[in-house]
């Protein structure tokens, strides 16, 4: 078989990252797969590279005034790309955080089911427009379409026994005593500030807790001529609990705040009259709620004359879902929970039946979160895409995944700086032949661990019954590295969250989710080793540590410590440019002729972290560096943006951060997401150390390597959703196979 005979993308001298002038022909109307390490390039190369390029193309065919509203796309570091399709990314990123959005408004399933009810429901209650729980004639007019309802704890609020003088009166910021919202109810003349709250006549209480926003008569001097007097329950609810600031702030207000299912529509999110509206004998509610496969059943069995194109439609997108292993979820499901697996795979459905042809559909890894059992569901999705047409690019780890390619681009040798280049390209077959890491690792026979560790104790869960677990009792040992197995759906995470949420002991749950990054934040900062090297330049040096901060005095005066000039063209991009003043490495030149060992502030920062390893290690915080290094991160740099990380590399940022904790018992959700074979291994060599050092681990994994290398497994299932929630198998890892119900065992060999 001819791989090009349907042409290429011919990628020329990209330098994009850690890419060394990397040449590239990729087959059109075939499915590529980019291997190698984590921090090979693989992501420079097809997102950084290849989809950053075409959707800047793209960009670049509608007028100015568009292009302000569209997302922008810095032109890669690649002299040319030829034969380039349009390419539509799917990631892994969650398409929406608003908890209006989900699994059905998503994939436009509840635009069709809002049409088939108001066609074919009874009684006629209006046009589909009004069955949407965003739209005020059909939302409940309680939890305005939410589906739930947060109350404010005013006395964990406000210190009734306190008066407006007192510090500490409300517990809030920008509320604290002397602050500015704080003057709201200070500067108003509406209070005596030196009465107790609790002393407030009803009116002064009524006043002061629920006034609607009133302009005052005859307020103070010093209140300002535009304000408006609002009581502080409404206050709150309006700036803080229902807007972007409570973000910030979720901490904090979940010690004041308490979230409950609605009690005037039971979480429907619609008002009374939308629900009277039913198709034999189910609300709308009713099937955006059941599972995928039961809302196909009850669409299918729906007799209506005038509404067979919707049927079909509906028919046809769940069915994209079911196809590619999401049918335990439901429609109701909110986009914001899903895993980034799950999101990137309803992208993946959404596009099944498109009629779009001759596009680039580039995937970043959509194994994640994926049981093997699973796997076979994706990959006939992805020949779907392939068949209409289409040249499909890959980023992947996972073997089976891997089976599928027709041709296969192997990135490396190394990570980070040492990676960046094509080590091999050809077949399957030819790569488990060549000598290339990846190749080397995929054709490694796995065995089981035979010398397993014996608990030290165990933890008894009884009526185990959260989300889908079907309230089963059973025990989870303690001092061995147990993992917790199942196909997508099955309960893992539910029973660990039961489990954390029941045990006496304290839990460590270490996830894939934000740890609170932004463009400024490095590995250097969440580990806090910044401030100890700038006290080292500082005491060499004779100066202030404040100036060899690139967010302080040491700032480059130019660019203000960003490294990058940003132009505001109007209409047009704007346009960042490097700092010519500082040549992008964001420190004043003054600051830059002051060294440590050699070495100023910014070539120190710019080191990976084995190279800062050989640097300091003489250092009290050498141990941060290494335990980022021991979880296989040593190819990042001090001073790379965590916002440029993958979910399984900030995870890996957290458990580095705690490997020096002893006796601790660790969930870990999904470690090896997004790890080459290799990386799985140095993983696994950890997770072992911290088992020896008196820690116990709870792995929620689909990894085969990491399932036989178990001392202990529970798997859950037989299905996901509704068809999961019960213990298939509980053990040692090596009788799994004799298990008559494991779903997980024929995946072993």
């Known amino acids: 078989m001819n791989i090009f005979e349907n042409g290429f993308i011919n990628i020329i001298n990209s330098n994009q990252n850690n890419l060394k002038n990397v040449s590239l022909k990729i087959p059109k109307k075939r499915v590529t797969i980019i291997t190698g390490i984590s921090g090979s390039g693989k992501s420079s190369l097809a997102i950084d590279t290849i989809a950053a390029e075409s959707r800047r193309e793209l960009n670049d065919t509608f007028d100015s005034f568009v292009r302000q509203y569209l997302p922008k796309y810095g032109r890669p570091d690649v002299e040319k790309i030829d034969n380039l399709p349009i390419a539509i990314l799917l990631d892994q990123k969650k398409p929406s955080k608003n908890s209006r959005s989900t699994i059905g408004t998503y994939t436009d399933i509840y635009s069709y089911l809002r049409l088939l009810f108001s066609r074919a429901g009874i009684p006629f209650v209006g046009y589909s427009e009004i069955f949407s729980f965003n739209h005020p004639l059909g939302m409940c007019p309680k939890c305005k379409g939410l589906g739930y309802i947060k109350t404010l704890n005013i006395h964990k609020l406000v210190d009734f026994d306190k008066c407006l003088n007192d510090d500490g009166v409300i517990s809030f910021p920008a509320f604290t005593t002397g602050a500015w919202r704080w003057k709201r109810y200070a500067y108003s003349g509406l209070f005596d500030l030196n009465k107790k709250i609790k002393d407030y006549t009803k009116e002064e209480l009524d006043l002061f807790l629920y006034s609607p926003q009133i302009k005052l008569k005859n307020p103070p001097s010093n209140w300002p001529k535009s304000a408006k007097f609002e009581g502080i329950y409404p206050r709150m609810y309006r700036s803080i609990i229902n807007s972007k600031e409570g973000e910030r702030h979720s901490k904090l207000l979940s010690t004041m705040v308490t979230t409950k299912i609605c009690d005037e529509c039971n979480g429907s999110r619609l008002n009374k009259k939308i629900l009277s509206c039913k198709i034999n004998g189910k609300n709308i509610s009713d099937v955006i709620n059941m599972s995928i496969p039961e809302a196909k059943l009850f669409i299918s069995c729906i007799e209506s004359d005038i509404c067979i194109d919707i049927k079909n439609e509906l028919i046809n997108r769940l069915n994209a879902l079911i196809e590619i292993g999401l049918g335990y979820l439901t429609l109701s499901r909110g986009m914001s929970t899903l895993s980034g697996g799950e999101a990137q795979r309803i992208k993946v459905a959404k596009y099944i039946n498109s009629a779009l042809a001759d596009i680039i559909y580039i995937l970043d890894e959509p194994s994640v979160g994926l049981h093997p059992h699973d796997i076979n569901l994706l990959t006939k999705s992805i020949i779907k895409l392939k068949n209409r047409g289409n040249t499909i690019l890959i980023i992947e780890h996972h073997k089976e995944i891997i089976k599928l390619a027709d041709y296969i681009v192997d990135m490396g040798p190394g990570a980070g700086v040492n990676g960046g280049n094509v080590v091999f390209t050809g077949t399957y077959k030819q790569l488990l032949n060549s000598n290339s890491i990846t190749g080397i690792s995929l054709s ?306």
């Open 444 to 749: 490694r026979k796995i065995k089981f661990k035979e010398n397993t560790r014996m608990p030290l104790c165990w933890n008894e869960i009884n009526n185990a019954n959260k989300n889908n677990l079907k309230g089963f009792s059973t025990k989870l040992p303690f001092g061995v590295l147990t993992v917790i197995a199942g196909v997508a759906g099955s309960g893992k995470t539910s029973l660990m969250n039961f489990f954390k949420e029941t045990c006496d002991k304290e839990v460590v749950y270490v996830n894939q989710r934000d740890i609170g990054i932004n463009s400024r934040s490095t590995p250097a900062t969440y580990l806090n080793i910044s401030d100890s090297i700038r006290e080292l330049f500082a005491n060499a040096n004779g100066i202030s540590s404040s100036y060899f901060s690139f967010n302080s005095k040491g700032g480059c005066k130019v660019c203000g410590g960003k490294g990058y000039i940003t132009s505001d063209l109007s209409f047009m991009d704007s346009v960042q440019t490097r700092c010519e003043a500082c040549k992008g490495k964001k420190y004043s030149n003054e600051v830059l002729q002051y060294k440590y060992l050699g070495l100023n502030i910014a070539d120190t920062m710019d080191l990976t972290v084995s190279q800062a390893i050989d640097l300091f290690k003489n250092e009290i915080f050498i141990n941060k560096l290494e335990s980022l290094q021991k979880v296989g991160l040593g190819y990042l740099k001090l001073n790379q943006s965590l916002s440029t990380l993958s979910g399984g590399e900030l995870q890996r940022i957290k458990l580095a951060s705690y490997l020096s904790n002893k006796q601790s018992i660790f969930i870990l959700d999904e470690p090896t997401d997004g790890l080459h074979p290799k990386d799985i291994s140095k993983l696994i060599n950890v997770f072992n150390d911290m088992v020896d050092a008196g820690n116990s681990l709870f792995v929620i994994t689909h990894s085969i390597e990491m399932i036989k290398s178990a001392d202990y497994i529970i798997e859950l299932g037989p299905k996901g959703g509704y068809e999961g929630g019960n213990i298939l198998y509980e053990g040692i890892p090596i009788n799994i196979c004799n298990s008559s119900t494991s779903i997980t065992k024929d995946y072993l060999y």
